[in-house]
Nanobody, 126 residues
Framework: QVQLAESGGGSVQAGGSLRLSCVAS????????MGWYRQAPGKEREGVAG???????AYGDSVKGRFTISKDNAKNTLFLQMNSLKPEDTAMYYC????????????????????WGKGTLVTISS
């Protein structure tokens, strides 16, 4: 059983950066995609990024070139480096453990999710 806890959210001006972290406890299957999704009020859930057991990554179209997902296996921690932030990035960000391939998850972040955290709020002002 996996438990996830996000941190690192906050308020930042457009053009700035934030680094989110997600600490995992319990055993994570090596085939899991570990990813991030976000949801803003009144908007659909959006897949942000995912990284699988071999380090391959997938990104949502809206964040490609600006966000980078990574992980530290020794610390059981997932990261999301967010640069060049825009007001439309404002949302609650969640990390998740997913059985499906990451490229599917970022397109439809609703299925194959075995665990997720409570979220961390990111607010970008213009």
């Amino acid at each position: 059983q996996v438990q996830l806890a996000e941190s690192g959210g906050g308020s930042v001006q457009a053009g700035g950066s934030l680094r989110l972290s997600c600490v995992a406890s319990g055993s994570i299957h090596s085939s899991y995609c570990m990813g991030w999704y976000r949801q803003a009020p009144g908007k659909e859930r959006e897949g942000v990024a995912g990284i699988d057991s071999d380090g391959s990554t997938a990104y949502g179209d809206s964040v490609k070139g600006r966000f980078t997902i990574s992980k530290d296996n020794a610390k059981n921690t997932l990261f999301l480096q967010m640069n060049s932030l825009k007001p439309e990035d404002t949302a609650m960000y969640y990390c998740a453990a997913i059985r499906l391939e990451c490229n599917y998850f970022v397109r439809e972040p609703y299925y194959g999710m075995d665990a997720w955290g409570k979220g961390t709020l990111v607010t970008i002002s213009s």
